[in-house]
């Protein structure tokens, strides 16, 4: 076996469904991919031009975060002080605050300037080893302010060794030349932006906002008909703040991942488990809305729904850009179990992008796509709260 580099004298979680800790692991990596991730003593002969001693530390897959608004200009710290002293975060928006406040700041920044203020944030997620990100536009909400972010999204990932994923949000909410005609504006989401958005092959998926403050399922099915009819998947945050039925609407389309989730019913988690619709789980949103009403998790558990779970770094409700705070928020906010919270972050937010065979574990096959880790177990990832135990990230074998 001839590689590039071989890690070795590393204790393994490959995150394969099923599979345990390798405590004498080693990964092996030719032209970026894996040829071997096991333990040490079944590696056939290889030669290798570089051979790294990990010195017993742990290697994962990097992590992924699966649902982020990375891309944005401004912030919203004054909204959280009025939060604060008791406004909710829904009248702020009916008051023209709320996502159109970040929409004014976008359309007014250039694609330069919304890179440049997007870069440290991504920056952050990548000391903690995030080797994919998706980044969803949606404060655009007119087709020039749309492909903006999409194109500084792609910017992104030539700027930075991650991989980036775009999804549309161009039904994230009403833009004020709409006001009282949200079917007008998802007539131009669905004729003008999406078409454009495809021809130019800024996006991989198409997203919504099914709520009553966003757009109804109605509306949703006519973005998603769109999408289809350019190639493109979709996913949807559904049941967030109230139970409009997205997430049955997303399974009907076979969602990629349905997003939230707070209000979802038994007939959504039905309708997930069968179409395989990841559960996209966002702690940092729940946490800082201070919601009330948890994920129906243990159904979700019980009906056997991939669960995900994503940063949804946004300036409006979670500003957060740690994915390890988010999977500790994961364990003690929805008790999620330290492996469901790993795997949240790695093969099951891998499949809630489309991209499992791609990444999210250490196969054969894959991207070498490494995070090495100074800690003494797995947990220790969820456990701790701003630790940077990061050692090392390796990006496509380097
Ligand atoms: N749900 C969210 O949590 C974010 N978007 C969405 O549809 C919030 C976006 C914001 O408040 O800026
Ligand atoms: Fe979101």
């Known amino acids: 076996m001839h590689c590039d580099t071989v890690w070795r004298n590393a204790r393994l979680l490959t995150m394969i469904p099923g599979a345990s800790p390798i405590a004498d692991g080693l990964v092996a990596a030719r032209d970026g991919r894996i040829v071997f991730a096991g333990p ?3 590696v056939p002969a290889f030669e290798s031009a570089q051979v790294v001693d ?3 530390r742990w290697i994962t897959p990097a992590l992924i975060d699966a649902h982020t608004h990375l ?3 401004g912030n919203r710290a004054r909204e959280f002080e009025l939060r604060l002293e008791g406004a909710s975060y829904e009248e702020i928006a009916r008051k023209g605050g ?3 406040s970040t929409m004014r700041a976008t359309r ?3 694609e330069e300037e919304l890179v440049a203020s997007a870069l440290p944030r991504l920056d952050a997620l990548l000391g903690e080893g995030v080797g994919t990100i998706e980044i969803k536009s949606g404060y655009g909400l007119d087709l020039a302010s749309e492909l903006k972010m999409l194109r500084a999204a792609r910017r992104l990932g030539d700027l930075r060794s991650v991989r980036v994923v775009t999804t549309f949000l161009g039904a994230h909410a009403l833009p004020p030349e709409f006001t009282g005609n949200p079917d007008g504006y998802i007539d131009l989401v669905c004729g003008e932006m999406i078409p454009a958005v495809a021809a130019e092959g800024l996006a991989d ?4 906002f099914c709520e009553g403050i966003g757009f109804s399922a109605a509306q949703i099915g006519r973005v998603f008909d769109a999408a289809k009819a350019h190639g493109l998947p979709v996913k949807l945050h559904a049941e967030q703040l109230s139970n409009l039925g997205g997430a049955t609407l997303a399974a009907r389309y076979g969602a990629l991942s349905a997003d ?3 209000h979802l019913d038994e007939a959504g988690v039905a309708a997930m488990a069968s179409a395989g619709t990841v559960a996209m789980l966002l702690p940092g949103a729940y946490y800082f809305c201070r919601e009330a009403q948890l994920p129906p998790i243990v159904a979700l558990r019980a009906a056997g729904v991939p669960i995900a779970l994503a940063t949804d770094c946004n300036p409006g409700t979670s500003p957060l850009t740690s994915l390890l705070l988010a999977m500790n928020m994961g364990a003690t906010c929805f008790r999620l179990t330290v492996a ?4 949240g972050n790695t093969i099951n937010a891998a499949r809630a992008l489309g991209l499992e065979a791609e990444c999210g574990s250490l196969e054969a096959g894959k991207s070498c796509d490494l995070a090495i880790w100074d800690i003494e177990e797995p947990a220790e990832l969820v456990y701790r709260m701003g630790a940077r135990p990061l050692h090392a990230r390796i990006w496509r074998g380097i």
């Not at 998926?205 to 919504?208: C, I, K, L, R, S």
């Not at 469901?340 to 795997?343: G, S, T, V, Y």
Request: negative net charge; contains cysteine; proline residues 0%.
């Open 54 to 56: 990990c010195q017993r």
């Open 98 to 100: 709320g996502i159109l």
């Open 40 to 42: 040490a003593a079944d």
């Open 340 to 343: 469901e919270c790993l795997a």
């Open 108 to 110: 007014a920044a250039s």
């Open 71 to 73: 891309v944005h200009a």
């Open 205 to 208: 998926a198409v997203d919504g």
């Open 260 to 262: 939230h989730l707070e």
